[in-house]
């Protein structure tokens, strides 16, 4: 009697022993992937500095205000009435002993190096997530993850060794790539391994343990202030994830797809065994549930001759690339906020927990569509406000605009848990995918643009130009969360398996609560994670 893969694995323990022990091995990793890829917030941060007086023994702590002979600036040396460029620094180690940004002078006319830096790791990202799903796709999500890892390993461990900028820029970008790949197919191979109604629980696993890492970051970082040692201790654990292969397994359901069953079969006789349940199938009896849709050319032309359809793609391709820019711009730029730069980094990483928290606990109560509008405009409205802050509060009231960031990162953080989740159920089984992959194309565009945009307040130095980024990102998540007004809720209702289904989504009041039954996405399509 055929049995279908996902009442299969319900039937040997959809989420058992076999799957928790899985699931803490294969996210492990992520705690590093989070130190690594916030670990620009220290090492390239804010590193305050002035010239250095000429053929003197120099410090930042000594007092040069009234010298004899120099007047020194951040930038350049005035002697006798003329004014030059200078070409050494000195460094306030209060904060910092020693940076990236210290080491290699990356200030005055080279401080865009800071974004070159950080623009980078984004496009390894923006790259890495096109080829990695391919790859996932076509040789497997084991093969794919342990890649990843191994990228990852080489682009971290000799950043501490390295400080050639070109050879920086090269480790930084395979650190992007290794790093959106790994998280992004160690959740396809997790959800692909566990019982549907149990996926939303695997996203949030796999945040939470990268939460984790971002607060052993601010941690770890606190005691060690010479980013070399830092950077050690963020890139030299990747080594321990090279023996990756020998504890995890290939996705059972991705070996039947490939015709590979006896594979497939060993692994879920294995499942069932550390689960303690007793496994009496047959190859020839399991079978993976096919797309029943239309013919994906035929539903792909209708797409885009359905203006109902075609806005709706627009709108959330708008929404993801606001999402992306708000969580990167502010998450790696934490350090020019202003204030202390670790209780800064330890409340962001706290807003980004209760974020993914909340919106766990919340998300089939209130409603995709409803979560998702608030989150844009509480967020776009909260980084707006700065301007008022930047431009007419005292000095010493910075923290307002902190908590103002802090509140926008919080309603990003949730809405980027909800967005995935809204987005996938607006279109048709057959372009689920094709939906998903060019809404988080966009989104990677936004992601890139936080490089700069984020910076922007550091290069303009004025009160408006330190508010300009958190300006910019209120504005189009504002814009983002008001265009998706028009857009119909998702919240029990069937999914929809043809463009037709879609299209008339909106006027389709019946709930299908069995068919949707855990109510998100990622349990239909679990290529769905929610961080990157």
């Known amino acids: 009697m055929a049995i279908e893969y996902d009442a299969l694995l319900q039937k040997i323990g959809g989420f058992g022993r076999y799957q928790k022990v899985l699931l803490v091995v294969l996210f492990f990793p992520a705690i590093f992937d989070a130190m690594q890829g916030f670990l620009p917030n220290f090492i390239l941060a804010e590193h305050k500095h002035r010239c250095k007086i000429p053929n003197e023994q120099d410090s930042y702590e000594r007092n040069v205000t009234h010298h004899s002979v120099y007047n020194v600036s951040k930038c350049s040396v005035q002697y006798n009435g003329t004014s030059q460029e200078c070409t050494e620094w000195v460094y306030d180690q209060s904060i910092f002993t020693d940076s990236l940004i210290s080491s290699l002078n990356i200030v005055c006319d080279e401080k865009e190096w800071r974004e070159h830096l950080i ?31 191994i990228i990852y390993t080489i682009g971290s461990v000799p950043l501490p060794w390295t400080e050639n900028r070109i050879a920086l820029l090269f480790l930084r970008f395979l650190a992007g790539v290794g790093g959106v790949g790994y998280y992004q197919i160690a959740f396809i191979l997790g959800t692909e391994q566990v019982s549907p109604q149990y996926r939303v629980a695997v996203n949030f696993l796999e945040h939470f343990i990268f939460t984790i890492g971002q607060f052993i970051l601010c941690l770890v970082a606190y005691y060690l202030r010479d980013w070399h040692y830092l950077a050690m201790a963020c890139g030299l654990p990747f080594l321990v994830t090279i023996f990756h292969w020998f504890f995890i397994y290939e996705s059972p359901r991705w070996l039947l797809a490939k015709g590979r069953t006896t594979e497939a079969l060993e692994i879920l006789k294995k499942a069932a065994k550390m689960n303690k349940v007793e496994f009496d199938f047959e190859s020839d009896e399991i079978r993976i549930n096919k797309e029943h849709a239309e013919p994906f050319l035929k539903s792909f032309k209708a797409l885009f001759g359905s203006f109902r359809l075609v806005r709706r793609l627009l709108i959330l391709a708008f929404c993801f690339f606001a999402v992306n820019l708000t969580y990167y711009g502010i998450s790696l730029n934490i350090g020019i906020l202003g204030g202390n730069i670790y209780i800064n980094f330890a409340i962001s990483t706290l807003m980004e927990l209760l974020g993914v928290t909340f919106s766990l606990i919340t998300l089939n109560r209130f409603g995709r569509k409803k979560m998702h509008c608030i989150s844009l405009l509480i967020g776009g409205t909260s980084c707006l406000c700065t301007i008022f802050t930047s431009l007419y509060a005292p000095k010493d009231l910075y923290w307002i605009t902190i908590a103002l960031a802090m509140i926008g990162k919080l309603a990003v953080t949730i809405n980027f848990f909800v967005v995935y989740t809204f987005t996938a159920e607006l279109f048709p089984t057959v372009l689920r995918g094709v939906a998903m992959g060019m809404c988080s194309t966009t989104g990677r565009i936004g992601t890139v643009s936080s490089a700069y945009i ?62 949707n039954a855990a109510g998100s996405a990622t349990e239909m399509d679990p290529t769905n994670s929610t961080r990157l």
């Open 454 to 515: 984020g910076a922007l307040g550091k290069n303009l130095e004025t009160d408006f130009g330190s508010a300009l980024p958190l300006i910019i990102f209120g504005s189009v998540g504002l814009i983002a969360g008001m265009i998706s007004l028009i857009l119909p809720e998702t919240t029990a209702k069937s999914l929809p398996e043809t463009v037709n289904d879609a299209a008339t989504l909106l006027d389709n009041k019946s709930s299908d609560v069995s068919k």
């Open 119 to 149: 623009l980078a790791a984004l496009l390894g990202m923006f790259f890495g997530n096109i080829g990695n799903n391919l790859m996932s796709d076509l040789y497997g999500r084991k093969l794919t993850v342990c890649l990843d890892l």
